[in-house]
């Protein structure tokens, strides 16, 4: 297989249906968000998940996060999320942040690997804007090798994981380069505080206050 790189600024609505239909296929695609570049597929299609697991030698015991364009989207597929996280995905996103929820192995024909719960992502424009104009939802991870540095620009993705995507987005360097913040958001429930499980680009404080904010 040939990877072709597009340029984002260049991309007319054919080559979007181009890429639209490699991850119906159950290809992979290396874009952009607005942290670093990600390593993304659909995640209702299972092989494809699991080549995302090949590609980086990831840990099959590291789930991947789930990337939406709007929190509505994200109440359609676990409609007995509690309001308590509802609300604080409401007041969180779209942003930097990856939040862990409640979720049942394998609901909406979904196969990531989440162990009771799955992280969920919508990414702040301009990126974010993009992925209207893909399926969904998608499944997405740094694309990077585990272990390493998580690539700022495209010519940063090495060629194992850009030599298995049928196209790669350049879209320049990220605004960040720094990792999204991963937010446990399930202490909630039980009136507590959320809970980091990894630094990033968004504080905790910053976090907290948009949470108490929405629920106000």
């Not at 597929?41 to 030698?57: H, M, N, P, Q, W």
């Not at 690997?113 to 974010?128: K, L, N």
């Not at 320049?172 to 909630?188: E, M, N, Q």
């Amino acid at each position: 297989m040939v990877t072709e790189i597009l340029k984002e600024q260049a991309m007319a609505a054919a080559d979007w249906e181009r890429v639209g239909a490699a991850l119906r296929g159950g290809g992979l695609v290396a874009l952009p968000s607005d942290t670093v570049y990600g390593l993304a597929c659909l995640a209702t299609i299972s092989e494809a998940v699991e080549r995302i697991y090949d590609v980086k030698g990831r840990d099959r015991q590291k789930p991947v996060a789930l990337v939406f364009t709007a929190v509505e989207q994200i109440g359609a597929l676990i409609p007995d999320l509690p309001p308590e996280i509802r609300s604080a995905l409401a007041g969180i996103m779209p942003g930097p942040v990856t939040a862990i929820v409640p979720f049942g192995e394998g609901a909406g024909g979904i196969h990531v690997r989440g162990g009771g719960s799955i992280g969920v992502r919508i990414i702040a424009p301009p990126e974010g804007d993009l992925y209207r104009f893909l399926p969904g939802p998608l499944a997405v991870t740094s694309a990077n090798l585990s272990g390493h540095e998580d690539p700022g620009v495209a010519t940063d993705i090495p060629p194992e994981v850009s030599e298995a995507c049928d196209f790669v987005i350049d879209s320049g360097r990220r605004g960040s380069c720094i990792p999204s913040t991963v937010v446990d958001l399930r202490p909630l429930t039980a009136g507590k505080t959320p809970e980091i499980l990894r630094e990033g680009t968004l504080d905790y404080h910053e976090i907290v206050r948009c949470c108490e904010q929405k629920q106000k």
